[in-house]
C-alpha cells in the first residue's frame, strides 16, 4: 500500500462515507449503493456485525478500484483485526499512537480522532496522515475547525459528527481536507426499505457539493487581494 495515494484518494474524492450498520449485508449494500452514487472511500467501522468480514469482502471485490477502511479502530489489536482483512486506512475516534504505528507499519494511513489543540498536536507528532475531529458539530462545527487551523494550518483535518448535505461548503471553506459524512449519507431505514437508491442520490448530491465548496473557496483564493509589500 502506498500511504500518500491513499490520503490523496481521499482527499480527492472530499468525503469518508461512515458505514456504520445493524448488519454485515446492510453495509456491504450501502458500499454498493455509494459507490453507483461515485464514491470511491469507505469506512466500515468496527461496530458492524462482523465488520472484518466486510472490509475482507469490499476489499476482494473492489481491489484497486476504491480505498476500504476501518473506522472506530479503538486499539492496537482491534487495528491488526482490519489491516490483515485489507484495510488500507484506519479512523478512530480519539487518538492512540500504538493505532497510527500499526498502520503505518501495514503500509496503511492513519486518521486517529482529535478535539483539542493539544490532541491535534499530538497526532501530527506521531505522524497522523489526517486528522479526524470528532464530534466537529458539537464544538461549533465549521467555526470551531477554522479556530484550530489558525494556528496550525499545516494538518489535514477531516470534521466529522453532524457534517450535512447544506454544511458541507462552511467546512471546505474553513479549510477541511475532507468530510466524514454518517447517517446523512448511509440511511440505514432506507438500506432496510430496500431503498438503496437513495444512497445512490445522496452520494451524488454530497458530490456535487463537494466540488461546488471546492470550486468557490478556489474563487475566494484567486480574488484575494496580495498583502501590499513592505518597505524598508
Same mark, same amino acid.
Given at each position: ?14 468525503? *469518508? ?5 445493524? =448488519?454485515?449485508?446492510? &453495509? ?15 469506512? *466500515?467501522?468496527? $461496530? ?50 500504538? *493505532? ?63 457534517? $450535512?448535505?447544506? =454544511? ?31 444512497? *445512490? ?16 473557496? =478556489? &474563487? ?13
Amino acid at each position: 500500500m502506498n500511504r500518500a495515494a491513499i490520503v490523496k484518494g481521499i482527499q480527492v474524492t472530499g468525503i *469518508v462515507p461512515v458505514i456504520r450498520t445493524s =448488519s454485515a449485508e446492510l &453495509a456491504l449494500r450501502a458500499a454498493s449503493a455509494l459507490r453507483e452514487g461515485g464514491i470511491d472511500i469507505f469506512e *466500515v467501522t468496527m $461496530t458492524v456485525p462482523d465488520a472484518a468480514r466486510v472490509i475482507e469482502t469490499l476489499a476482494a471485490r473492489l481491489q484497486n478500484a476504491a480505498w476500504i477502511g476501518a473506522g472506530s479502530v479503538l486499539n492496537a489489536a482491534m487495528a491488526k483485526t482490519c489491516l490483515d482483512a485489507g484495510a488500507q486506512f484506519l479512523v478512530a475516534p480519539g487518538f492512540d499512537p500504538a *493505532v497510527v504505528r500499526a498502520a503505518h507499519e501495514a503500509g496503511a494511513a492513519a486518521l486517529p480522532g482529535a478535539l483539542t489543540p493539544s490532541e491535534v498536536l499530538a497526532a501530527r507528532a506521531a505522524g497522523a496522515d489526517m486528522i479526524k475531529i470528532f464530534p466537529c458539530s458539537a464544538l461549533g462545527g465549521a467555526r470551531y475547525l477554522r479556530a484550530l487551523l489558525a494556528p496550525i494550518p499545516d494538518v489535514a483535518l477531516l470534521p466529522t459528527g453532524g457534517v $450535512t448535505l447544506d =454544511s458541507v461548503a462552511e467546512y471546505f471553506a474553513a479549510g477541511a481536507a475532507a468530510v466524514g459524512v454518517g447517517s446523512e449519507l448511509v440511511d440505514e431505514g432506507a438500506l432496510k426499505a430496500g431503498n438503496e437508491r437513495l444512497l *445512490v442520490e445522496r452520494a451524488r448530491e454530497f458530490i456535487s457539493a463537494v466540488r461546488a465548496a471546492r470550486h468557490a473557496a =478556489s &474563487a475566494r483564493s484567486r480574488n484575494t487581494p496580495s498583502p501590499p509589500p513592505t518597505t524598508t
